[in-house]
């Protein structure tokens, strides 16, 4: 029932204040793969613009919420959009779902959202389902202060 709330609107569902604002606004939309290969390229400098792609799965990790490009969120070619708490409080309060259900509404969802684009060093990985810290990585994320910044197609 939720998830048809959200879902329900046609287009691009802009979850914030009309459109999507933010600095450095590409003309073009960067995917997913090419978001983690010019973070790369760029590293340790972000890569700012507008970024699409399909929600492939998502999660939560204390109280961030998590899309991810790619099935699993280990993959060194995953590009996260991580939602800090506040952002998604917001959002559960313009699209009316509650916010333990939220990610899983954005799942198979394309998505937009403007920022940077940034290599993050993993030192210590662990979560409950995965046992005791695995070897350190570097992820691909974006993150979301503001839930102006993010939309769905």
Known sequence: MERRRFLAAGGLLILGGGRLAGPAQAEE???ADQAVTLAR??????????????????????????LNSREKWQDPDNLAVVIWPEAAETLALRTGLRLDSLADAFEGRSIQVVGAAKRVWIANPRT???????????ATNIYVENADRLGVV
């Open 41 to 66: 390229a760029a590293y340790p400098e972000p890569v700012t613009g507008k970024f699409a792609f399909t929600v492939q799965s998502t999660g939560r990790f204390g109280q961030n919420l998590f």
């Open 29 to 31: 939309l960067i995917g």
């Open 128 to 138: 409950k389902d995965l046992g005791p810290a695995r070897k350190p990585y570097f």
